[in-house]
C-alpha cells in the first residue's frame, strides 16, 4: 500500500522555467492538499480538492495553479518559478473517518524539495 | 495570516520526564488535530479533539482544548528519545475541508 506518492523528490530550477509536482494517493481518499514548508513558518496550504472537480485556494495560491485530474491524481504547477518558491512541497490526502465521528484525518507524502536559483 | 502559532518553539528535555507544547488558533473550529514529523518525513497524525471535547487520551498523550481561549495543548508523559520530532497543531475549520497547521514545536528528547 504506498500511500500517497509524490514525484519528483528533488528539483532544482532557475528562475522563470516552469515545472510541475505530481502527486497520486491510493487510498481513494476524496479530500486532497499542496502545502509548502519554510523553516520557522510550519506548513502554509496552497490549495486544496474537497473532491474531484473542485479546487479551493489556501493561505498561499500566488505563484501556484492546481489540477484535479482525476480522483487519485493532484498536480501542482509553477508556471514561472521564483527564489521564493524554494521549499519543499507536501501533498496530502484525507477522508472521512468513521472511528472519529466522520473527522478528516490527513495522510501526507514524503515531500518534493525545490530549489530555485 | 491565518497561520496558528505553537510554543515553545522548540524544547529539549531529558528522556523519562514529560514534554508540553501548546498551540493557538485562529478560526472556528470543527476540530484540532496533532501531527508528528521526523527529520526529513512527511507528517504523521497523532491524535484528534473535537470542539466540544475538552480532553482526549491516547497511550502517552494527552490533548486539551479550551475553545473559549482558542488554545489546544500536548503532553507526552514519559518522554522517549524515539519522540524526537517537530510537532504541529492542525486547525479543522468548520464548514470546510481546509486545515490550517501552526508553526510547530521541535521537541528534543536527550537519553
Known amino acids: 500500500n504506498a500511500g500517497v506518492t509524490q514525484t519528483p523528490k528533488f528539483q532544482v530550477l532557475k528562475t522563470g522555467q516552469s515545472m510541475t509536482l505530481q502527486c497520486a494517493q491510493d487510498?481513494?481518499?476524496?479530500?486532497m492538499y499542496w502545502y509548502r514548508q519554510d523553516p520557522g513558518m510550519g506548513l502554509r496550504l496552497i490549495y486544496y480538492s474537497a473532491s474531484e472537480g473542485t479546487t479551493d485556494k489556501g493561505e498561499v495560491p500566488n505563484g501556484y495553479n492546481v489540477s484535479r485530474l482525476n480522483k487519485r491524481e493532484f498536480s501542482l504547477r509553477l508556471e514561472s518559478a521564483a527564489p521564493s518558491q524554494t521549499s519543499v512541497y507536501f501533498c496530502a490526502s484525507s477522508e472521512k473517518r468513521a472511528d472519529i465521528s466522520g473527522a478528516n484525518v490527513l495522510t501526507f507524502g514524503a515531500g518534493s524539495r525545490l530549489t530555485v536559483l | 495570516s491565518q497561520q496558528g502559532e505553537e510554543d515553545p518553539q522548540a524544547l529539549s528535555i531529558q528522556e523519562g520526564e514529560n514534554a508540553t507544547m501548546n498551540c493557538s488558533y485562529k478560526?472556528?473550529?470543527?476540530?484540532l488535530q496533532w501531527y508528528r514529523q521526523n527529520s526529513g518525513r512527511g507528517l504523521v497524525h497523532l491524535i484528534l479533539?473535537?470542539?466540544?471535547?475538552r480532553e482526549k487520551h491516547s497511550g502517552r498523550l494527552r490533548v486539551t482544548l479550551d475553545t473559549s481561549k482558542k488554545s489546544s495543548s500536548l503532553l507526552i508523559t514519559a518522554s522517549r528519545a524515539a519522540d524526537t520530532a517537530s510537532y504541529f497543531c492542525?486547525?479543522?475549520?468548520?464548514?470546510?475541508?481546509?486545515?490550517?497547521f501552526g508553526t510547530g514545536t521541535r521537541l528534543k528528547v536527550l537519553a
Open positions: 487510498m481513494n481518499h476524496n479530500s
Open positions: 478560526t472556528s473550529i470543527n476540530n
Open positions: 479533539i473535537r470542539s466540544n471535547e
Open positions: 492542525a486547525e479543522g475549520t468548520s464548514g470546510t475541508y481546509k486545515y490550517i
